[in-house]
C-alpha cells in the first residue's frame, strides 16, 4: 500500500518549452501532495505545498508563475514546468499524505520515484 | 521553525559492521521524526519513524532508531551492514498537521566488502 507514481521518469525538452510532471497516489486519498525539487548530491528542497481543490503554498523564492501547480483531485497533483530553461533542469520529486484513518496521525509521506527533467 | 543536522555526509563502513548515522533536530513543537532512504535515480523510501509512541523504533531492512529527547538526537543504527545498504539517508522532521518534512543534507553510506 501507499504507492505513488510519477510521470514521466524522465524528460528531455528544448529551452523555451513547458513541461507537465503528474503525481498520483494510486491506492489511498492524498489530503495533501508536496513538490520537492533535488539538485545532483543534495538533499530535496521543498517547493510548494497543494492541497486538492486549492491554491498552492509556495515556498519563499519559488516562481508561481513558473511552477504551476495543479491538484484537481485526491489522487493527481501536477507541476509544469512553463518556459523550461537549462537551470530548470533537476530531479524533480512528489510526495503524498494520505488522509489518517481513525486513530491515526496522519503524518507519514510517501514519495514518487521522481522525475529527472533535462533542458537543452 | 524546525531543522535537522545530519552529521557526516559520507559514512563507510565494512559489510557486517555495525551502521550508525547521525541526526539530531530542532523543533520548537513535539517532533514527528523519520529516516528515508534513496537509491540512485529513485525517489524516497520510508524506513522509520517516530510519532510520540515508543522511543525505540523499528523499521525495515533491519533499520532502527531511537529518540532521545535529551540530546535532541535520532540517530538511525543497523547491527550488521549490508552491501545493499548502499544508499543516501536522509533524516526528516515535521510537526503536527500539515506541516510539510524539513529534510537534513543526506549522508552517503558505502559498505566495504
Request: charged share 15%; with cysteine.
Amino acid at each position: 500500500g501507499a504507492v505513488v507514481s510519477q510521470h514521466p521518469s524522465w524528460v528531455i525538452c528544448k529551452s523555451g518549452t513547458s513541461v507537465k510532471i503528474e503525481c498520483r497516489s494510486l491506492d489511498f486519498q492524498a489530503t495533501t501532495m508536496f513538490w520537492y525539487r533535488q539538485f545532483p548530491k543534495q538533499s530535496l528542497m521543498l517547493m510548494a505545498t497543494s492541497n486538492e481543490g486549492s491554491k498552492a503554498t509556495y515556498e519563499q523564492g519559488v516562481e508561481k508563475d513558473k511552477f504551476l501547480i495543479n491538484h484537481a483531485s485526491l489522487t493527481l497533483s501536477t507541476l509544469t514546468v512553463t518556459s523550461a530553461h537549462p537551470e530548470d533542469s533537476s530531479f524533480y520529486i512528489c510526495s503524498a499524505r494520505p488522509h489518517p484513518l481513525p486513530g491515526e496521525l496522519g503524518e507519514t509521506q510517501y514519495f514518487g520515484p521522481g522525475t529527472r527533467l533535462l533542458v537543452l | 521553525a524546525q531543522s535537522v543536522t545530519q552529521l557526516g555526509s559520507h559514512v563507510s563502513v565494512s559489510e557486517g559492521a555495525l551502521v550508525l548515522l547521525r541526526c539530531n533536530y530542532s523543533s520548537s513543537v513535539p517532533p514527528y521524526l523519520f529516516w528515508y532512504v534513496q537509491y540512485p535515480n529513485q525517489g524516497l523510501q520510508l524506513l522509520l519513524k517516530y510519532t510520540s509512541a515508543a522511543t525505540l523504533v523499528k523499521g525495515i531492512n533491519g533499520f532502527e532508531a531511537e529518540f532521545k529527547k535529551s540530546e535532541t538526537s535520532f540517530h538511525l543504527t543497523k547491527p550488521s551492514a549490508h552491501m545493499s545498504d548502499a544508499a543516501e539517508y536522509f533524516c526528516a522532521v515535521s510537526g503536527a498537521g500539515n506541516t510539510p518534512l524539513v529534510f537534513g543534507k543526506g549522508t552517503r553510506l558505502s559498505v566495504i566488502a
